[in-house]
Nanobody
Protein backbone atom coordinates (compact mmCIF):
# COMPACT_ATOMS: atom_id res chain seq x y z
CA UNK A 1 0.00 0.00 0.00
CA UNK A 2 1.31 3.43 -0.93
CA UNK A 3 -0.12 6.47 0.80
CA UNK A 4 -0.15 10.04 -0.48
CA UNK A 5 -1.32 12.85 1.77
CA UNK A 6 -2.47 16.22 0.48
CA UNK A 7 -4.45 19.26 1.51
CA UNK A 8 -2.02 21.01 3.80
CA UNK A 9 -1.39 24.73 3.65
CA UNK A 10 -1.40 28.01 5.51
CA UNK A 11 -4.52 29.00 7.42
CA UNK A 12 -5.36 31.55 10.07
CA UNK A 13 -6.27 30.51 13.58
CA UNK A 14 -9.92 29.55 13.75
CA UNK A 15 -9.94 28.40 10.15
CA UNK A 16 -10.43 24.97 8.63
CA UNK A 17 -8.57 22.55 6.37
CA UNK A 18 -9.35 19.10 5.05
CA UNK A 19 -6.51 16.66 4.56
CA UNK A 20 -6.82 13.70 2.23
CA UNK A 21 -4.78 10.54 2.03
CA UNK A 22 -5.12 8.49 -1.13
CA UNK A 23 -4.02 4.87 -1.03
CA UNK A 24 -2.97 2.60 -3.81
CA UNK A 25 -3.70 -1.10 -3.81
CA UNK A 26 -6.79 -3.23 -3.45
CA UNK A 27 -6.36 -3.92 0.25
CA UNK A 28 -7.09 -0.41 1.55
CA UNK A 29 -10.36 -1.47 3.13
CA UNK A 30 -8.54 -4.13 5.16
CA UNK A 31 -6.56 -1.55 7.10
CA UNK A 32 -7.26 0.77 9.95
CA UNK A 33 -6.12 4.25 8.99
CA UNK A 34 -4.78 7.08 11.04
CA UNK A 35 -3.26 10.52 11.11
CA UNK A 36 -0.19 11.52 13.05
CA UNK A 37 1.64 14.82 13.22
CA UNK A 38 5.09 16.10 14.03
CA UNK A 39 5.71 19.69 15.05
CA UNK A 40 9.16 21.28 14.76
CA UNK A 41 11.42 19.99 17.50
CA UNK A 42 8.85 17.52 18.80
CA UNK A 43 8.20 13.84 18.45
CA UNK A 44 5.56 12.46 16.15
CA UNK A 45 2.21 12.14 17.91
CA UNK A 46 -1.09 10.44 17.30
CA UNK A 47 -3.98 12.59 16.05
CA UNK A 48 -6.84 10.33 14.97
CA UNK A 49 -7.63 6.84 13.72
CA UNK A 50 -10.51 5.01 12.09
CA UNK A 51 -11.29 1.31 11.86
CA UNK A 52 -11.35 -0.53 8.54
CA UNK A 53 -15.14 -0.25 8.34
CA UNK A 54 -15.29 3.34 9.52
CA UNK A 55 -17.46 2.26 12.43
CA UNK A 56 -14.99 3.25 15.15
CA UNK A 57 -12.98 6.44 15.47
CA UNK A 58 -10.40 7.57 17.99
CA UNK A 59 -8.92 10.98 18.71
CA UNK A 60 -6.18 12.57 20.71
CA UNK A 61 -7.57 14.73 23.51
CA UNK A 62 -5.96 17.80 21.96
CA UNK A 63 -8.10 17.55 18.81
CA UNK A 64 -11.30 15.97 20.11
CA UNK A 65 -14.32 18.03 19.10
CA UNK A 66 -12.37 19.94 16.45
CA UNK A 67 -11.09 17.26 14.05
CA UNK A 68 -13.06 14.53 12.30
CA UNK A 69 -11.58 11.49 10.60
CA UNK A 70 -13.53 9.66 7.92
CA UNK A 71 -12.88 7.26 5.07
CA UNK A 72 -14.32 6.30 1.71
CA UNK A 73 -13.30 2.73 0.91
CA UNK A 74 -14.69 3.02 -2.62
CA UNK A 75 -12.21 5.83 -3.26
CA UNK A 76 -9.35 4.35 -1.21
CA UNK A 77 -9.16 7.63 0.68
CA UNK A 78 -9.11 8.74 4.29
CA UNK A 79 -9.84 12.31 5.33
CA UNK A 80 -9.11 14.56 8.26
CA UNK A 81 -11.43 17.54 8.60
CA UNK A 82 -9.77 20.09 10.84
CA UNK A 83 -11.86 22.93 12.26
CA UNK A 84 -11.13 25.68 14.78
CA UNK A 85 -7.45 25.37 14.03
CA UNK A 86 -4.93 26.69 16.55
CA UNK A 87 -1.29 27.71 16.11
CA UNK A 88 -0.31 24.65 18.13
CA UNK A 89 -1.80 22.47 15.37
CA UNK A 90 1.08 23.54 13.13
CA UNK A 91 2.92 20.40 12.08
CA UNK A 92 3.64 18.00 9.28
CA UNK A 93 0.71 15.59 9.12
CA UNK A 94 1.24 11.96 8.11
CA UNK A 95 -1.30 9.31 7.25
CA UNK A 96 -0.69 5.73 8.28
CA UNK A 97 -2.14 2.27 7.75
CA UNK A 98 -2.18 -0.46 10.36
CA UNK A 99 -4.16 -3.45 11.55
CA UNK A 100 -5.79 -1.86 14.59
CA UNK A 101 -7.17 1.65 15.08
CA UNK A 102 -7.52 1.47 18.86
CA UNK A 103 -4.86 2.52 21.36
CA UNK A 104 -3.53 5.18 19.00
CA UNK A 105 -2.72 2.44 16.51
CA UNK A 106 -0.35 1.07 19.09
CA UNK A 107 -0.44 -2.41 17.57
CA UNK A 108 1.85 -1.09 14.88
CA UNK A 109 1.97 0.83 11.63
CA UNK A 110 2.39 -1.12 8.42
CA UNK A 111 2.67 1.83 6.05
CA UNK A 112 3.45 5.54 6.35
CA UNK A 113 2.70 8.21 3.81
CA UNK A 114 4.78 11.28 3.12
CA UNK A 115 3.63 14.22 5.13
CA UNK A 116 1.75 17.37 4.30
CA UNK A 117 2.54 20.61 6.09
CA UNK A 118 -0.15 22.49 7.98
CA UNK A 119 0.72 25.97 9.22
CA UNK A 120 -1.70 27.87 11.43
CA UNK A 121 -0.96 31.55 11.89
CA UNK A 122 -2.08 33.51 14.92
Amino acid sequence: VQLQASGGGLVQAGGSLRLSCAASGRTFSSYAMGWFRQAPGKEREFVAAISWSGGSTYYADSVKGRFTISRDNAKNTVYLQMNSLKPEDTAVYYCAAGMVAAQAMGAGINYWGKGTLVTVSS
